[in-house]
């Protein structure tokens, strides 16, 4: 199915570019017909530059450019979503996206979680659960791990679904832990799953 360029004046659908990887939008730009086809014949995004008045290859000056992995139209066929691989920075600013924001895979709640122990580690407030385990040490945390995972297994040979539930989140808020105190975080295992899918 192609874009239905007739529905704007100028013969323009705006594309939304989207990192394959993390699924954050990088930017916004606009394709003609001559562009979606030279992206899809390319490989690489083609937009329309309505300021330069001409096709344009993101990356054709700075060489960061976006490798395209898939391409679909929405509902109406005017507006076009675009899935790439980025060779670097998007932004003409040198940020990662259009809006500034470091593109970085994201996790939903557990991204804010882990970024509240990042700060624990850091800042190490008192009374906190997180800096009394970080204060105790790597064997400490790693221990916390090991009981949480063997009280996980417990409870998934009973059948209360509440304490597996609960027992479930404590071994994942550990693991949070401990990746944090090795200086890791949920994207370098998503990584490696990722790598190992492939």
């Not at 017909?33 to 690489?44: D, L, M, S, V």
């Not at 990662?96 to 939903?108: P, V």
């Amino acid at each position: 199915m192609s874009p239905d360029f007739s529905k704007s004046k100028d013969g323009l659908i705006p594309a939304i570019v989207q990192d394959n990887a993390t699924m954050k939008v990088l930017m916004l730009g606009y394709m003609n017909n001559e562009a979606f086809e030279a992206t899809k014949k390319n490989g690489r995004v083609c937009f329309f530059s309505r300021s330069k008045g001409r096709l344009w290859v993101k990356g054709e000056e700075s060489g960061n450019f976006l490798d395209v992995v898939h391409m679909e139209l929405d509902c109406d066929r005017d507006t076009l979503l675009v899935q790439a691989k980025p060779a670097g920075p998007v932004c003409h600013t040198g940020t990662d996206t259009c809006w500034g924001d470091a593109n970085t895979e994201q996790f939903g709640f557990l991204s804010e979680l882990e970024a509240v122990i990042a700060q624990r580690r850091t800042e190490r407030p008192e009374g906190s659960y997180v800096t009394s385990l970080f204060e105790k040490g790597i064997n400490k945390i790693a221990q916390k791990v090991g009981e949480e995972a063997v009280e996980t297994v417990i409870e998934a040979k009973d059948d209360n679904e509440e304490l597996f539930l609960n027992e479930s989140a404590d071994l994942l808020f550990h693991y949070l832990i401990l990746l944090q105190a090795k200086g890791y975080t949920l994207s370098d295992i998503s990584k490696v799953l990722k790598e190992r899918h492939s």
